[in-house]
């Protein structure tokens, strides 16, 4: 494996495992942000559960998403990782605010993709 795509990989890996991790486990103190505010009001009537009852079991979902990119599953994480932030793009579109975030996590949801893959060819390599 060239040296390059294997420093791609880990850059990749450690940054989605460790940033899902922590924005999960932020969703329970809101110390970065108040995440409820990126709730689609869309969602919370179609959801008869609180937001911070929604952002809590946001915040597990991906707690758990990021152990399972760190821990080594790293190719069903990445695509875990893709669907997850192409719906919360379509979630803070629903919201008629925070475009910009959607984009953002739309660009984050392909560097999730090329995870899965590098992880493929790694996997084909080895």
Not at 105 to 126: N, P
Request: charged share 15%; proline share 2%; hydrophobic share 55%.
């Amino acid at each position: 494996m060239d040296t390059r795509l294997n420093s791609a990989f880990w850059a990749l890996r450690l940054g989605f495992g460790a940033a899902a991790f922590l924005a999960g486990l932020d969703k329970f103190f809101n110390l970065l942000v108040d995440w409820g505010q990126y709730l689609s009001p869309l969602f919370s009537r179609l959801v008869p559960i609180s937001t911070q009852t929604t952002m809590s079991i946001v915040g597990v979902i991906e707690m758990a998403v990021g152990i399972l990119v760190l821990s080594g599953a790293t190719r069903l994480g990445g695509y875990v990782v893709m669907v997850w932030l192409t719906l919360i793009a379509v979630n803070l579109v629903t919201t008629g605010h925070f475009f910009d975030i959607a984009v953002r996590d739309l660009l984050l949801s392909i560097g999730a993709f090329t995870l899965a893959r590098l992880t493929e060819v790694r996997a084909t390599r080895a």
